[in-house]
């Protein structure tokens, strides 16, 4: 089974993928842990990639799909299944990533989009405190009551980091919209999306996904 994962930040993705791989056998496929792969094994495509790396910018499309065609091809030859998580986040990349598993003869087999409302999101972005004290990072998710102290060390001194600010989550909402909306829609249009509600526990959530994944 080939499977793309989608979700906002907060959505929970990255931990249901964690779990189905488990359930159903299959890999994860991190780009950013084949990308340190190849440079480290200093192969042809990992010197190109560690070219961008080294001055700060990010790694072509057509390098980034090359690593994953190797890999995949691999994967293929092996009857091993996956998990794509991370990637593709671009329409442009979407294509190319379809384009090259044409060409191997290995389509996709879904788009699983864990889909969980904005304010929730925000709510569960949001709830994460730091000590000043201790730097325990302790979560309030129902909002921090006004008399919380840390539950490390007892010190009423708590604040919020710029990362976990309303401000800099909308921010990366904004981000998330512009470059998965089209990438949803993509998906869509050719049948391979599927909505899963990412509301309730972890559990119910992988089970939902499954009852998906088994009725393919
Ligand atoms: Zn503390």
Request: aromatic share 6%.
């Given at each position: ?22 359930r159903l056998s299959l890999t994860k496929l991190s780009t ?185």
């Open positions: 089974m080939r499977l793309v994962f989608l979700g906002a930040p907060g959505s929970g993705k990255g931990t249901q993928a964690d779990i189905l791989k488990e950013g842990d084949l990308l340190r792969a190849e440079t480290e094994k200093q192969s042809p495509l990992g010197k190109k990639a560690a070219e961008y790396m080294n001055q700060g910018k990010l790694v072509p499309d057509d390098i980034m799909i090359d690593i994953l065609k190797k890999k995949v091809t691999e994967f293929e030859k092996e009857g091993i299944g996956y998990i794509l998580d991370g990637f593709p986040r671009t329409l442009p990349q979407a294509r190319a990533l379809d384009a090259m598993l044409e060409k191997i003869e290995a389509p996709l087999d879904a788009a699983i989009l864990i889909d969980v409302p904005e304010e929730e999101l925000l709510r569960r972005l949001t709830s994460r405190w730091t000590c000043r004290n201790c730097g325990a990072t302790p979560s309030f998710p129902g909002g921090k009551p006004d008399d919380a102290i840390c539950p490390n060390c007892g010190s009423k001194d708590l604040y919020q980091r710029e990362d976990d600010t309303r401000e800099t989550i909308l921010k990366r909402f904004d981000v998330y919209r512009k470059n998965t909306y089209p990438l949803i829609d993509y998906y869509e249009k050719n049948g391979l999306l599927h909505r899963i509600s990412g509301e309730g526990e972890i559990e119910e959530i992988t089970q939902r996904i499954e009852t998906v994944l088994k009725k393919m």
